[in-house]
């Protein structure tokens, strides 16, 4: 069983439609990440969670909304996307507060919106 | 403000040639830590490395090895004897902590390197 996974690994929707990125960690850490990262840009930092509380929120458009229910899973709901929002949406997780650890990052998520 | 730069956008070398993967980071704090990352072609970022900023001491891993250089700010990355499965992006990092005790990753823009056979 792998560290971080994400589901599904492809999505294709319409901008009307609603969906929700799934990202579960299996590592025992305490903070969780969403990134962007576009064709030809650098990764962009999203939402950052630690101990279930969203500790970063860097400027991100409404229609993405994340959500942690818990240490191990953190959520993406994403609605009335834009064609721009397509790209590969990759989760993380560390261990901090004692020090830290590297990030472990999921396969990631290849959205395309249509 | 922090920074993490990868002025090579893109390497190509032929298999068994070295290659050197340059980082430069920029950050007012003496406490951080630097990593580096490899993305192959299936997407997951895999941890290669990481280095603290009181540890200076250079490292070896098979054929990786890391020059960290805080004189220039500076955490180098040599492939020996590349191999085609080498060919992927790589991504160096810093993280700081805030000050809400939680840490911040920043990311290069990547190193794509595509190693011929």
């Known amino acids: 069983e792998t560290g971080v996974t994400q589901t599904p690994r492809h999505l294709v929707m319409g901008m009307t439609n609603k969906k929700s990125l799934k990202c579960e960690q299996h590592?025992?850490?305490?903070?969780m990440y969403w990134y962007k990262q576009s064709a030809k840009k650098p990764l962009e930092l999203m939402f950052v969670?630690?101990?279930?509380?969203?500790?970063e929120n860097n400027s991100v458009p409404s229609r993405f909304s994340p959500e942690c229910p818990n240490s191990s899973h953190l959520f993406l709901h994403l609605h009335t996307l834009q064609p721009e929002d397509s790209a590969l949406y990759l989760c993380?997780?560390?261990?901090?507060?004692?020090?830290?650890?590297?990030?472990?990052f999921g396969q990631g998520t290849r959205l395309t919106v249509v | 403000a922090q920074k993490v730069t990868q002025a090579q956008t893109e390497i190509s070398v032929v298999e068994k040639e070295d290659v050197t993967l340059d980082c430069v980071y920029e950050?007012?704090?003496?406490?951080?830590?630097l990593f580096w990352y490899k993305q192959p072609p299936s997407g997951e970022l895999v941890f290669l490395i990481r280095?603290?900023?009181?540890?200076?001491q250079n490292e070896i891993s098979g054929r990786y090895s890391w020059n960290f250089q805080k004189s220039t700010s500076s955490f180098n990355f040599t492939i020996t004897a590349s191999q085609v499965v080498d060919s992927a992006v790589y991504f160096c990092?810093?993280?700081?902590?805030?000050?809400?005790?939680?840490?911040?990753?920043?990311f290069g823009t990547g190193t794509r390197l595509k190693v011929l056979a």
């Open positions: 990092a810093l993280s700081e902590a805030r000050s809400s005790g939680t840490y911040k990753y920043i």
């Open positions: 993380a997780s560390s261990q901090e507060r004692t020090g830290l650890t590297e990030a472990f």
């Open positions: 280095r603290n900023s009181f540890d200076e």
């Open positions: 950050t007012r704090d003496t406490t951080y830590y």
């Open positions: 969670y630690s101990l279930e509380e969203r500790v």
């Open positions: 590592l025992g850490h305490n903070a």
